[in-house]
C-alpha cells in the first residue's frame, strides 16, 4: 500500500478534554504520492484520547 506520513501544522486546545489538530497527509507509493489537508478533534474519553471528528481532502 505504501507508507503514510503526518505532518502536523496546529495542534490548539479547545477545552481541557479537547483539541484540534490540523495537518496535512501523505501516502508514498510507487506509482504516485496523494496528500491533503486534514482537521481533527480529538478528545478524552475514559482516560484515553480518540477521533471523534475527522475531515480529509
Do not use: C
Amino acid at each position: 500500500m505504501g507508507r503514510l506520513q503526518f505532518d502536523i501544522w496546529q495542534l490548539v486546545p479547545l477545552a481541557p478534554d479537547a483539541y484540534l489538530l490540523t495537518g496535512q497527509y501523505t501516502l508514498f507509493r510507487e506509482s504516485d504520492q496523494p496528500s491533503g489537508p486534514f482537521t481533527l478533534i480529538l478528545r478524552k474519553k475514559n482516560n484515553e484520547w480518540v477521533i471523534v471528528y475527522d475531515h480529509t481532502s
